[in-house]
């Protein structure tokens, strides 16, 4: 086969370089959606180390869940959670302010749902960090832009010893309390087929290293760019 000619014109700069201008143009015509990150694991995983580090991602809006539970030693209102009486949280269910929520352990936990679609709708990646059946109502939301951004994640810790094993090291639970989330770590850890992706917990430093590869091929999918 006889080999592509080419001008004198064309052969004078090199290919990159006639192409790179034209890329750049074409990148400007593109832009994305935001990406709805669901992560769930069982307490004690190591999510919330994973989770702090995650929320340092440039462009990446971190919900700050509502709870009526107690701040733990070291946890910032606003921060960490918005932590609210009984009668405030019911008043954020009644006036339909949550996307979700649900009642873990003798908690109610609930996603404030206006600052999540801001934040995707403005083309910002936004982060939540909520328990299998907060995970399972936003799966089987009909809110088409909630749907298009989804991107579940759980976090499989290696096995319920070493859950107990982190959970005492933390030492921020009793002895009951302990059991208690084992239990629920149990039935948590049979829901993980329900999610689009599986990280099998290893070091903080593995577990995000995958997680930040699954945030950039979320990235890339196509149905997720906007031609402008
Ligand atoms: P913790 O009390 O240990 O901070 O959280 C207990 C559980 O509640 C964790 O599994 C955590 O992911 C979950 N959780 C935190 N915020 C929310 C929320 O807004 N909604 C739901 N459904 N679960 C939440």
Redesign the pocket.
């Known amino acids: 086969m006889m080999p592509p000619s080419h001008s004198a014109s064309s052969l004078a700069k090199p290919s990159w370089r006639r192409f790179g201008s034209k890329f750049k143009t074409l990148s400007k015509r593109f832009s994305r959606s935001g990406i709805l990150f669901v992560?769930?694991?069982?307490?004690g995983a190591g999510?919330?180390t994973l989770v702090e580090a995650i929320r340092q991602t440039p462009n990446l809006f971190y919900?700050v869940?509502?709870?009526t539970?107690a701040p733990?030693s070291g946890e910032i209102n606003g921060e960490?959670?918005r932590f609210l009486s009984d009668a405030d949280f019911r008043a954020k269910l009644k006036a339909g302010d949550?996307l979700?929520?649900?009642q873990?352990?003798d908690?109610f936990?609930?996603?404030l749902r206006e600052p999540v679609l801001t934040n995707l709708k403005n083309g910002v990646d936004v982060l939540?960090?909520?328990?299998?059946?907060?995970?399972a109502?936003i799966r089987n939301c009909d809110d088409p832009i909630i749907r298009q951004a989804l991107a579940d994640v759980f976090i499989m810790p290696p096995d319920l010893e070493e859950l107990r094993r982190r959970l005492h090291g933390r030492g921020t639970e009793t002895e009951k309390q302990i059991e208690r989330?084992l239990e629920?770590a149990a039935r948590?850890m049979e829901r993980w087929r329900d999610y689009r992706y599986t990280i099998i917990s290893g070091s903080v430093e593995a577990d995000l290293e995958k997680f930040r590869r699954i945030m950039a091929a979320e990235g890339y999918l196509s149905g997720r760019m906007i031609q402008k």
């Open positions: 992560v769930s694991a069982p307490s999510k919330t919900s869940s509502c709870t539970r733990r960490h959670y949550f979700e929520h649900a873990v352990h908690d936990y609930g996603t939540i960090d909520i328990d299998t059946q907060g995970a109502v989330r629920t948590e």
